[in-house]
């Protein structure tokens, strides 16, 4: 449960949303959508800096509280975009929310099931990631009515503090002691070199990482530019 809310809040919150933002930030300021969409590539930029040092960091961690602290960023740098003054201050907005997001997103929820499942791990984690498309349906829809109901600053507001809450306090409150466990230092007595030369020279490493970054930066692209293209027909 932990990892489908955390997937979809991070994904929902932070990817799938931002497109219905774009418009009206941009009308706002008088900026071209590409100035406002640069907040975004400052985001994905910002993950792809911390989430190799925030895995790390779980694998020598209990995981609620990096989730938790995680859902607080990720919700207090969402929040702050709606009092800007000004888009330079949604950019440096752009790195806590990408700090937050990389701590309490899919990594924390695939770490999660990693460690609570020894038997079903992949239907687990099959499940778990439904999140991700759940957020990409809900939040959508949500941010859409809450931007036409009380204006994108509101909407922001409330998508922050919200995600902030709900997601916190089920961390909290959910993760069972045993997901809890940090595994690095048994990794380590089993003789297993996790070491950054060592992940870098694995035969799966680069096939991986680069049909990901393919995947996911075509898709990111596409999701922040439609709603607005939609919406100018």
Known sequence: GVSFLAQMLASGVTTYSFGYFLKPIAEEFGASRSAVSSGQ???????????????????AR???????????????????????????QAALLAGLIALGSSLCGSLAGSTLIVRAFSEGRARALGLASLGTSAGGVLLPLISAWLI???????????????????????????????ADRPVLRDAVQRGLDLSWGAVLRARNFWPITVSMMIVYG?????IAQLPALASDQ
Request: net charge positive.
């Open 218 to 222: 075509s898709n990111t692209a596409l």
């Open 41 to 59: 590539s400052i985001f994905m930029l910002g993950a792809a800096v911390l989430l190799p040092a925030v895995g790390r960091l779980m694998d």
């Open 148 to 178: 036409e109901a009380s204006g994108w600053r509101a909407a922001l507001f409330f998508l922050g503090a919200g995600s902030a809450v709900l997601l916190g306090v089920t961390a909290w409150l959910a993760v069972p002691p045993g």
């Open 62 to 88: 209990p995981l609620r509280g990096l989730i938790v602290a995680g859902a607080v960023l990720m919700g207090a740098g969402v929040a702050g975009v709606s009092q800007i003054a000004s888009l330079w």
